[in-house]
């Protein structure tokens, strides 16, 4: 598996325990689809080259993989591929936490085939409480788990823990939210570089620049991948994203067209239940803006 992944080279991890730092074989260099991007978590075959060097020279099907639209709206990047669980990190205060961008990180890990973990953090700053609570009552209604925690101040912290140190997880969400502040609080041998939000833009700055699994000391392996400051999804087509709300699931399959886009069609059972209340018109708002952009992408493509 792999482990680190930067400028061209990767640290894998054998079945055996052995460590090998590998490269790519030039046929998966000249690959141009998304699987020829071998990222941190890839189950891959090496084989030795000349010398002491080892070679990458195939990557196996992928179970889980965490994609996202690269800066450009041109190209995927692969953050992580294999891990059992997602949780998409956002802060209740410094930087704000946005209905919008929650939404979309919630999607992009729906789409990875994991059901994601919304995880507040710094709810130890004036205010952020009750956001907290107000995330946890709004997300967790459509069912999701909240985990509200602080790693200034530990509250909250036993239960990531928990459910950091048993598999493999993925960290992810915009920069300056403290995803490797948490890690740190989970683990203080770790000693992950850290920083704080620009003045100008109340935003965080890249502290993590490559990527890596990270072995926690209670077990778990948790990827550390750089913070993003857009969430643009890539390969899941419009027709697709019905799935990555759950709360829509009830209602699919009983709007009068059976290939209802939930957008303006007449009898959409999706919107008589936004008009209704079970459906939050801001996840509805998501939804329509990410199809536009599905659409949109697919039409250029």
């Not at 239960?159 to 992810?172: I, N, T």
């Amino acid at each position: 598996m792999v482990h680190e992944a930067a400028g061209g080279r990767y640290r894998v991890v054998c079945r055996d325990g052995s460590v090998v730092d590998a490269t790519l074989r030039g046929r998966l260099k000249k690959r141009r689809d998304r699987t020829a991007q071998v990222v941190i978590g890839d189950e891959v075959e090496v084989e030795p080259a000349a010398g002491d060097a080892w070679v990458i020279h195939r990557v196996l099907p992928r179970r889980t993989e965490l994609v996202r639209r690269a800066r450009g709206g041109r190209a995927p990047r692969t953050l992580a591929a294999n891990l059992d669980r997602a949780f998409a990190v956002v802060a209740a205060r410094q930087p704000d936490a946005r209905l919008e961008m929650i939404d979309r990180l919630l999607v992009l890990g729906e789409a990875s085939g994991m059901h994601p973990i919304l995880v507040v953090n710094k709810v130890d700053l004036p205010g952020a409480a009750e956001v907290a609570r107000d995330l946890e009552e709004f997300y967790g209604s459509i069912g999701y788990d909240v985990l509200s925690v602080s790693a200034a101040t530990g509250e909250g912290l036993e239960r990531f823990r928990e459910a950091v140190c048993s598999g493999s997880s993925a960290l992810y969400g915009p920069s300056g939210v403290g995803k490797s502040t948490l890690l740190n609080a989970v683990d203080p041998r770790l000693e992950l570089r850290t920083g704080a939000l620009s003045r100008k833009t109340g935003t965080g700055r890249h502290t993590t620049v490559g990527s890596r699994l990270i072995p926690l000391e209670c077990g778990g392996l948790v990827a550390d991948t750089p913070g993003f400051a857009d969430v643009g999804l890539w390969g899941v087509e419009a027709s697709e994203l019905e799935r990555c709300f759950p709360e829509f699931a009830p209602y699919l399959g009983a709007c009068r067209f059976r290939s209802c886009s939930h957008t303006h069609e007449p009898d959409c059972a999706v919107r008589e239940a936004v008009e209704e209340g079970p459906i939050a018109p801001s996840r509805y708002q998501s939804y329509v803006t990410l199809r536009r952009e599905a659409e949109e992408s697919s039409a250029t493509a």
